[in-house]
């Protein structure tokens, strides 16, 4: 049975939103901040650079790295053993000390990325998180009812499709390398990576043709 697939856009899932108060991460994280600053042991100047770089990040490079991947077997197997350091053959800097695992979706099983914790996210490739997955709801659900949680996304797998859901931690982060959608075999690295969107390289949605989202 195929998976049946839907339009998605980023406000439909109402249930997956960010809370309105801050939680006691990011009041930690704020308390910390001004501590450093206190203390000089950090400036201003130099937390507004670090956000800068950033800013620089968009999911683009990651969704390079995936179209390399679709095209490149070669590539793509040097990218699911060790990822951080294929990702650095492109010229991409992590700019911290955490380790990339890529992993990859099949007929048989789909990965989901979530943090339990707080909010640690493969930032070097693909920028910024997203509001709804730091909030506390898409954190518990993506590990107690991940299949629901896709269905609101508009990804609603077959039963006999395994879903793996992988906790990213502060050293270990992860990227899904979804499925190539079909029909596109004649297209060119920068014509796949248009398909390659952020939260299919989270694992909440499929990547999709123009036909397909018709």
């Known amino acids: 049975m195929a998976s049946q ?24 994280e ?7 600053i206190e203390r000089s042991l950090i400036s201003a100047d130099e937390i507004r650079r670090q956000i800068e770089v950033l800013d620089s990040r968009t999911p683009a490079l990651g969704a390079k790295i995936v179209a390399r991947a679709w095209l490149d077997s070669t ?10 350091a294929t990702c650095e053959e492109l010229g991409i800097n992590f700019y911290d000390d955490t380790d990339l695992i890529v992993i990859e979706n099949t ?39 991940p299949r629901a949680v896709l269905a609101e996304f508009g990804t609603v797998l077959p039963d006999d499709v395994q879903v ?41 949605v499929h990547p999709r043709t123009t036909e397909e989202t018709v």
């Not at 590539?75 to 951080?84: A, H, I, M, P, V």
């Not at 190539?180 to 060119?188: F, H, I, K, S, V």
Request: proline residues 7%.
């Open 75 to 84: 590539f793509r197997d040097k990218l699911l053993k060790n990822g951080r």
């Open 164 to 204: 793996q859901v992988h906790d990213s931690t502060a050293v270990v982060r992860y990227l899904v390398l979804p499925r190539r959608p079909a029909g596109t075999d004649g297209y060119t690295e920068e014509q796949l990576a248009a398909l390659v969107t952020r939260d299919a390289m989270i694992g909440v």
């Open 107 to 145: 007929d048989k099983v789909h990965n989901l990325i979530v943090c339990t914790l707080c909010s640690c996210y493969p930032r070097p490739i693909l920028g910024l998180p997203p509001d709804w997955y730091k909030s506390r709801n898409y954190r518990a659900r993506a590990v107690i009812e």
């Open 5 to 28: 697939l839907h339009d998605h856009h980023h406000d439909d899932h109402t249930p997956i939103t960010q809370d309105g108060e801050p939680d006691y991460y990011e009041l930690l």
């Open 30 to 36: 704020a308390a910390l901040r001004e501590l450093l």
